[in-house]
């Protein structure tokens, strides 16, 4: 997150020590199924705010498993759900909450692009959501997608990709951090490619990188060019968008789905009739997953997380 005005860091409760928002913002993602059972790999996602309104954004082929081009169906069952790791407030602990992605009859409720629609593979979720800790989500980093872009972006400027690639397991690594891949821009952003907001980036992104915000980012060594012109100095970042994956499986090109879009399916607030999501089923084991795994004096002495339905 970004004051435009000064190209530095917002003081917003967030930012704590050598961890920025970048850092803290990417969010693993497991689908479940009805059984509340992992049905692919997983994906990413971020947290938007507006306001004081929260919203998990992620592609939309993540939450229906149906390509958003074609609208062909990825392999695998459908997701009732994603499992959501979101930090706690203690130190090195994360808890995974389980989030539905439809109501009692199978309407999704998610939003989707109010001119596009489906055709656009971004989803905004409004959080918190079916009983999500409310202090979980207030530590959790956020962007913004209202104002103007922080810099000026143009052909082979440098952006980075922030997630969960394929054959990268949080769950060995110490903390639940997203991993940077850096890319470059590969087609005007101030185009739209296929007629649709999107851009290209030249960037070596995988599997489960679906969902990943798109940031600019500038250390305190680095001078770009704002919005507006004028020269700064970093430290800052700014949200560019939402990856949704390659253009052809053997190709480094990938889609950006403008940051625009996602203000877009904000302000619309717009639920789809379709597709139909099966609901998670009664006996789904919906209680918060915790990482690092509980010591058995914890369970025994400490203090418990909650339920995350």
Same mark, same amino acid.
């Given at each position: 997150?970004?004051?435009?005005?000064?190209?530095?860091?917002?003081?917003?409760?967030?930012?704590?020590?050598?961890?920025?928002?970048?850092?803290?913002?990417?969010?693993?993602?497991?689908?479940?199924?009805?059984?509340?059972?992992?049905?692919?790999?997983?994906?990413?996602?971020?947290?938007?705010?507006?306001?004081?309104?929260?919203?998990?954004?992620?592609?939309?082929?993540?939450?229906?498993?149906?390509?958003?081009?074609?609208?062909?169906?990825?392999?695998?069952?459908?997701?009732?759900?994603?499992?959501?790791?979101?930090?706690?407030?203690?130190?090195?602990?994360?808890?995974?909450?389980?989030?539905?992605?439809?109501?009692?009859?199978?309407?999704?409720?998610?939003?989707?692009?109010?001119?596009?629609?489906?055709?656009?593979?971004?989803?905004?979720?409004?959080? @918190?959501?079916?009983?999500? $800790?409310?202090?979980?989500?207030? *530590?959790?980093?956020?962007? /913004?997608? &209202?104002?103007? =872009?922080? %810099?000026?972006?143009?052909?082979?400027?440098?952006?980075?990709?922030?997630?969960? @690639?394929?054959?990268?397991? $949080?769950?060995?690594?110490?903390? *639940?951090?997203?991993?940077? /891949?850096? &890319?470059?821009? =590969?087609? %005007?952003?101030?185009?739209?490619?296929?007629?649709?907001?999107?851009?290209?980036?030249?960037?070596?992104?995988?599997?489960?990188?679906?969902?990943?915000?798109?940031?600019?980012?500038?250390?305190?060594?680095?001078?770009?060019?704002?919005?507006?012109?004028?020269?700064?100095?970093?430290?800052?970042?700014?949200?560019?968008?939402?990856?949704?994956?390659?253009?052809?499986?053997?190709?480094?090109?990938?889609?950006?789905?403008?940051?625009?879009?996602?203000?877009?399916?904000?302000?619309?607030?717009?639920?789809?009739?379709?597709?139909?999501?099966?609901?998670?089923?009664?006996?789904?084991?919906?209680?918060?997953?915790?990482?690092?795994?509980?010591?058995?004096?914890?369970?025994?002495?400490?203090?418990?997380?909650?339920?995350?339905?």
């Amino acid at each position: 997150m970004t004051d435009a005005s000064r190209g530095a860091p917002v003081q917003d409760g967030q930012s704590r020590g050598v961890l920025k928002v970048p850092e803290m913002a990417s969010l693993y993602l497991e689908p479940l199924g009805p059984m509340g059972l992992p049905v692919s790999g997983g994906a990413t996602g971020f947290v938007v705010r507006d306001g004081q309104a929260l919203f998990l954004v992620t592609n939309r082929h993540v939450v229906t498993a149906r390509n958003s081009k074609t609208g062909d169906r990825l392999g695998g069952l459908s997701p009732s759900a994603v499992r959501v790791y979101l930090r706690s407030q203690l130190v090195g602990r994360w808890v995974g909450v389980v989030v539905e992605l439809g109501d009692e009859d199978g309407r999704p409720l998610w939003w989707e692009h109010p001119e596009h629609g489906w055709q656009v593979d971004v989803v905004a979720i409004p959080f @918190p959501a079916q009983g999500v $800790p409310q202090e979980l989500v207030d *530590w959790s980093a956020a962007y /913004t997608v &209202g104002g103007p =872009a922080l %810099p000026r972006l143009g052909i082979a400027s440098q952006v980075h990709v922030i997630g969960y @690639p394929v054959g990268f397991d $949080p769950n060995r690594t110490s903390a *639940w951090l997203g991993v940077w /891949t850096r &890319g470059t821009l =590969a087609w %005007p952003p101030s185009l739209d490619w296929e007629g649709l907001p999107t851009m290209l980036i030249d960037c070596r992104a995988r599997q489960g990188q679906s969902g990943s915000p798109v940031v600019f980012y500038a250390d305190e060594l680095t001078r770009f060019l704002a919005s507006d012109g004028s020269e700064l100095v970093g430290p800052a970042w700014d949200l560019v968008g939402v990856y949704s994956g390659r253009t052809q499986l053997d190709s480094d090109v990938g889609m950006v789905w403008k940051r625009s879009a996602v203000a877009d399916i904000i302000a619309a607030s717009q639920r789809p009739d379709g597709p139909y999501v099966n609901p998670l089923d009664a006996a789904a084991d919906r209680t918060a997953a915790l990482f690092p795994a509980e010591s058995e004096a914890e369970q025994h002495g400490g203090a418990a997380l909650g339920s995350g339905s």
